[in-house]
């Protein structure tokens, strides 16, 4: 079974920067396009940004564009996905998901919770004013 862990989160002032981890165990070649998600206070979860498989083509969502980047280190189902945040401001503040797809082919459109079948436990991240 494919496990997926976050680290990296944490507290850190506005303007800073963070980098999370999503590592993967277990079997290999389960999970496709790789995404973070992420969950504020009071919200609904919504998507951050993905990768393909390879990592070829990646997708930052729009409110986060310029600031963060995806990236992972290994161009297979194995390895670790980043997502290297600057700039951070307090709005920032959520719980952040790592997601796997087991879809094999990359969709740009996949920004939906139901487009990811692995979930992570989340890493929280606090951008204080």
């Known amino acids: 079974q494919v496990q997926l862990e976050e680290s990296g989160g944490g507290l850190v002032q506005a303007g800073g920067s963070l980098r999370l981890a999503c590592a993967t165990s277990g079997r290999p070649l389960k999970y496709f396009t790789m995404g973070w998600f992420r969950q504020a206070p009071g919200k609904d979860r919504e998507f951050v940004a993905h990768?393909?498989?390879?990592?070829?083509?990646?997708?930052?969502t729009e409110s986060v564009r310029g600031r963060f980047t995806i990236s992972k280190d290994k161009a297979d189902g194995t390895g670790t996905v980043y997502l290297q945040m600057n700039s951070l401001k307090p709005e920032d503040t959520a719980i952040y998901y790592c997601?796997?797809?087991?879809?094999?082919?990359?969709?740009?459109?996949?920004?939906?919770?139901?487009?990811?079948?692995?979930w992570g436990q989340g890493t929280q991240v606090t951008v204080s004013s």
């Open positions: 990768i393909s498989l390879t990592g070829t083509n990646t997708y930052v």
């Open positions: 997601a796997g797809s087991e879809t094999p082919r990359y969709d740009p459109r996949m920004v939906n919770e139901a487009d990811f079948t692995g």
